[in-house]
């Protein structure tokens, strides 16, 4: 492998830009622990609400739907009001759909949480679309991927924190399942349902809350000025003009393909640990994913120095070999070596989102921007994915059959990687 180490290389983060690094850092904790959060809801809303596995995938499917929608709206917004009144926005939002949650789930209607998670997807879609290339132009070109990777690592904390929140204050001691819920009196199954609903309104007001003190605490910082952030104010080419260049148009379609993968692997990995090991609480199992959701922030931590040794290109290329590898034996295993292959996944996960999403940005210059919000659209794969594989759970037969699902997408991200290392060779 060839080193891209260098006596003379610039630093990840200089210091002047390091409380800007710090603040825009932090959002990507907070949009991690509301998307973690809805692995929690699926297996939480399929009893309190009587939903099917593809009806709760729904939920990923409003989360992801509401990303593509907003990611457009966020790069012109930039352009207007830069990155930082565009993150405020977003986290107004993501504050406003928290709170949704309460009355929510106090109605016990699922349409009005679908509701609440597209409100937050919108927020997370402006923070996202503002705070990730915003990140790869605080600093030197070179090291934009590994600096990418170091904030993306706090999104592996806030992973990991968010299945804890789960088993901790949502998922109740009193498990049941769905046979014993059908077999309660009609009033002792409506009491047990209604609490099983309400359990998400103390977690989520509480989130709502931070977030809005996270906006005060941006709102009153001030941000540096950065050159390439005013060539983007000014740039007033048509935000789909940026589609010209094909290693965008291929990193979108990268990103699309890894961001299915992931959102359908954690989605449905506390139900997959409970089908091929059915003595696993659903407690164990949500600490499990959130063990493993630990994997990808050691990765990601790991994946940013890495980087400075070895081309980004190449590791994507190993880490999607593996995860190829992974889903495959998950697919087709049983019992715990399963569920410890699907566990493992989240390591080779780690860089690939901002692997491919430096990559795909990387010479766009005063489009940066609007390469970003099509990048952030490709978020959508994360909605269609889910349903995918619970169609395919239902109808081929079998959890562990879904996971052939991913391990195609992960042969998509592969292939990207395969290209770009030619493109490099050929420059």
């Known amino acids: 492998m060839a080193s891209r180490a260098s006596a003379a290389a610039p630093p990840i983060i200089e210091r002047r830009y390091a409380v800007a690094f710090a603040l825009v850092t932090s959002l990507f904790f907070s949009w991690a622990l509301a998307a973690a959060l809805n692995d929690v809801l699926i297996r939480q809303f399929q009893k309190a609400l009587d939903l099917t596995r593809t009806e709760a995938s729904l939920i990923q499917f409003a989360f992801y739907v509401g990303y593509f929608c907003a990611a457009i709206p966020a790069g012109l917004l930039i352009r207007r009001l830069g990155y930082k009144n565009t993150i405020l926005i977003g986290l107004a939002c993501y504050a406003g759909g928290a709170f949704l949650f309460y009355p929510a789930a106090a109605s016990e209607q699922y349409g009005l949480f679908l509701v609440a998670l597209y409100v937050i997807a919108i927020g997370l879609a402006f923070l996202e679309t503002a705070s990730n290339p915003y990140v790869t132009i605080l600093g030197a070109p070179e090291t934009a991927s590994s600096r990418l990777n170091l904030a993306q690592s706090f999104y592996g904390i806030g992973a990991v924190i968010g299945p804890i929140i789960g088993g901790l204050f949502i998922f109740s001691s009193d498990e049941r399942t769905q046979a014993q819920i059908a ?61 010209r260049h094909r290693r965008l148009r291929a990193a979108i379609l990268a990103l699309f393909l890894y ?38 922030m ?80 490709a978020i959508i794969g994360g909605a269609v994915f889910p349903p995918l594989m619970g169609l395919v759970s239902e109808r081929v ?20 990687a395969v290209q770009r290392l030619r493109e490099g060779r050929t420059q």
């Open 298 to 377: 050691i990765g990601r931590f790991s994946g940013a120095f890495l980087q400075q040794r070895f081309a980004p290109a190449r590791l994507l290329l190993l880490y999607a070999v593996a995860n190829v590898l992974l889903c495959g034996f998950a697919a087709f295993a049983t019992g715990m070596p399963a569920v410890g292959a699907l566990w493992l996944t989240s390591f080779f996960m780690s860089i690939m989102f901002p692997t491919i999403f430096a990559l795909g940005v990387e010479g766009l210059g005063e489009e940066t921007e609007s390469g970003a919000a099509f990048l952030i659209m």
């Open 183 to 243: 077999a309660m009196a009609p009033a002792e199954r409506a009491a047990w349902r209604s609490a099983a609903a309400t359990a998400v309104q103390g977690p989520y007001l509480a989130i709502g809350v931070a977030v809005c003190l996270l906006a005060l605490l941006i709102a009153c910082t001030r941000f540096p000025v950065l050159e390439q952030a005013k060539k983007t104010a000014g740039n007033g080419r048509p935000l789909f003009a940026v589609l």
């Open 259 to 296: 961001v299915g993968a992931q959102v359908g692997v954690w989605s449905f990995f506390i139900d997959f640990s409970k089908s091929q090991a059915p003595q696993l609480s659903e407690q164990t199992t949500a600490f499990l994913l959130s063990a493993s959701l630990g994997m990808l």
């Open 397 to 416: 037969g079998g959890v562990h059959h879904m996971m052939l699902v991913p391990m195609l997408a992960f042969a998509g991200v592969l292939y990207f």
